[in-house]
């Protein structure tokens, strides 16, 4: 985001990016800093159009700033081993997600993905959630679904029945969907599985 800020002469904090880039939803994202720098930039504005010739430009530029969460590929290791169905639903779309999940060495370790493009609705809508489901024929009250957002995740989980996790080591707003179970790192979630 701080690269088509620059690029466009936005002018935006990086508090500001990273209030913005706090949101799962690229689409939403988007609007929102067009919309706030239009606001503040009544005599020239830019539409979302604009933004995304920007973003088309740069895509691939930053792959290399994403990082796994520590303990990512031995969780996914584990259940893939013991049986488990691994689903992913992520508001990336399919422009980035497979080069990024190539990257990290886990595009095989999902029988599963569902990304923005794959559905009408974003979380914290459900729909992403139940079409995820649905293909992995899975009741939702005999599955676990595992997020980094309060927001988006927890919301689109508990929606649909499911446990939640929230992995996160800040604190939970209290005002806000609550998760059954709240980990550090997806290393602290192996390790849960691991007692049982």
């Known amino acids: 985001l701080s690269a088509i800020s620059e690029r466009m002469n ?12 706090n949101r799962s939803d690229y689409r939403e994202m988007r609007k929102l800093i067009v919309n706030e720098y239009n606001q503040r930039n009544p005599d020239k504005p830019v539409t979302e159009e604009d ?13 290399d700033k994403f990082r796994l969460a520590e303990g990512t590929v031995e969780l996914l290791t584990y259940l893939r081993d013991n049986g488990y169905k691994i689903g992913l639903v992520t508001t990336r779309g399919s422009n980035s997600l497979p080069r990024l999940l190539q990257m990290h060495g886990i595009a095989d ?9 794959d559905c009408h609705e974003r979380k914290p809508h459900p729909q992403p959630i139940l079409t995820a489901l649905e293909k992995l024929e899975t009741d939702p009250r005999r599955a676990m679904y595992v997020g980094d957002k309060q927001v988006d995740d ?10 939640t996790v929230l992995v996160n080591s800040g604190e939970v707003d209290k005002y806000c969907a609550q998760p059954n179970y709240q980990v550090s790192s997806p290393r602290e979630l192996l390790s849960v599985f691991l007692r049982q």
């Open 10 to 21: 936005m002018g935006y904090t990086p508090e500001e990016i990273s209030k913005f880039g």
């Open 51 to 63: 933004f995304q010739a920007v973003n088309n430009e740069v895509s691939g530029q930053f792959d």
């Open 109 to 117: 370790s999902f029988d599963v993905i569902i990304n923005r493009d």
């Open 154 to 163: 927890i919301i689109a989980g508990n929606a649909v029945g499911m446990r």
